[in-house]
């Protein structure tokens, strides 16, 4: 790192600083792109069919098509950038970035590798630092901020199909985050603390003492807020082709769309991300007491990158739930059962001291 | 009296919702595996240009004319395959010639023209049916597809030779005898 900032005529702080930036955000967005290939691959697989296999590098290298997502950026950048008439031009293009910037924001307090000391100084393997003050407060608070981009998105366009679809989905965050946040609470309880990597190393390196084992039903609540949170199926009527043609991006097209798109798999790979730090132990190897730097990093994408894949692998399992269903089960179940939760936690607590 | 239906009772186990999701989700990941780890060739889907379909027997496609050892075609120009045309996207026209070989120097008739517009042709075999000389008839050969109108238009050679390449056998652009009926021999 050293040799590094020397190279770049700063301080290594610097210097470590945009590496990191580079690799989270880099990291995260084309971990995204791939993902939509993933999907796409993935929902073939699981219905039997083939998926795009075809695009390839030079018309030769084909590589089980991974280059599509490559293909597909280059398709959508040459396609026209229609806006329509009526619509809100400023607030227009200001929704795609809206809808983008908070799901990759949202990834930065999360540690993704054990901390290391190298000359002296301690690098953390995290955008912020631990004790930076706002902790997993802030996630839950940008995971908020991601409604403005679906909402503005469909306000801006001007079209009815956009606005029930941007009302659907915020009346869908505004049910769960509450549930969410009450799980994510018990957690803070029982942690003593809300910095992830308190929240980590809590939890230990022993899988049976993460806090699946100790808060299931914790993890039931907040594994199917993300869901709601993220707007995919089964919770995603923003964009219910089925009811309301596409939603919120009904009028979306050309790279705009392209960046609704992968705002969205921005944020499945951000909320996998909590998952494996809140309930699976973040960047802990299970039975390796002092794992090496490039382990615990192993260990967090392995994490990471299973909960990604189970949230395409539910999508293709489970159909749309209809509107009222979702707030029922979003008032009536997950409300009441995060409810339940904290209190059992709280009253074990209480026992304990 | 009506039909009674039966409502399904769900068990505790099916009202957590939780289990049939997990249900469901080995049914789907069972699927993925079985889809992975089957060999491509051995897939449902048959990626087209690199592997195609084997066609059934009776399918019904392209049209060959047929010929002779010697290259003369069969056809004897009976017009019976036009006459029995749906779609009427035959057209032929006749000519005499005469072939001491296999004719034995009687004169005999052959098309001079025999077109047939695949862009009408409902490829149903009736002019397969039809033919009592067993001259025409309809292939596996599906890819019947050109850039302009007029390339399918499939004239009297284009039919002699649709499945030349199939077949390993020459293709021929040229009667074996002329067409001016030679009526020197003597009867
Ligand atoms: S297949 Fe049917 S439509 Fe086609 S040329 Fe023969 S008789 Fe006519
Ligand atoms: S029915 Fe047969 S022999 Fe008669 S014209 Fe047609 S192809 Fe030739």
Sequence with gaps: MDKLASLLHTSPAIAWMVAKLIIVFGGVFSLAALWTWVERRGSAMIQDRIGPNRAALFGKIKILGLVQPLADGIKFFFKEDLVPHDANKALFWLAPFLALVPALMGFAVIPFGRSFVSGGQEYHLALLDPGNGMGLLYPLAIGGMAVYGVLVAAWSSNNKWSILGGMRASAAMVSYEIGMSLAVVTIFMTTGGYDPSEVISAQGHLPWAWNIVRQPLGFIVFFTCMFAETNRLPFDFAEGESEIVAGFNTEYGSMKFSLLALSEYCHLMTASALMATLYFGGWQVPFVKDPTVMLSVASFLVKMLFFAWVFVWIRWTLPRFRYDQLMRLGWKAMLPLSMVNLIFHAWRMSQGH | ?187
């Design chain 2, 1 to 187: 009296m009506g039909v009674v239906v039966k409502k399904v009772e769900l068990s505790w186990l099916d009202r957590t919702y939780v289990w049939p999701v997990m249900v469901g989700m080995g049914i789907t990941i069972q699927h993925f595996l079985k889809q992975l780890f089957t060999p491509t060739a051995k897939r449902f889907t048959i990626q087209y240009p690199d592997m195609k379909k084997e066609m059934p027997e009776g399918y019904r496609g392209l049209h060959e004319l047929k010929r002779f050892e010697d290259g003369a075609i069969k056809c004897v120009a009976c017009f019976m395959c036009q006459e029995a045309c749906p779609a009427r996207c035959i057209s032929i026209e006749a000519e005499e010639f005469s072939d001491l070989n296999i004719t034995q120097g009687f004169e005999e008739k052959r098309p001079a023209k025999f077109s047939i517009d695949m862009l009408r042709c409902i490829y149903c075999g009736m002019c397969e049916e039809a033919c009592p000389k067993d001259a025409i008839w309809l292939r596996k050969d599906y890819e019947v597809a050109a850039y302009d109108r007029l390339s399918m238009q499939f004239g009297k050679w284009d039919l002699m030779n649709t499945y030349t390449e199939v077949d390993g056998k020459e293709s021929i652009s040229q009667d074996p005898t002329p067409s001016v009926p030679r009526r020197t021999i003597a009867l």
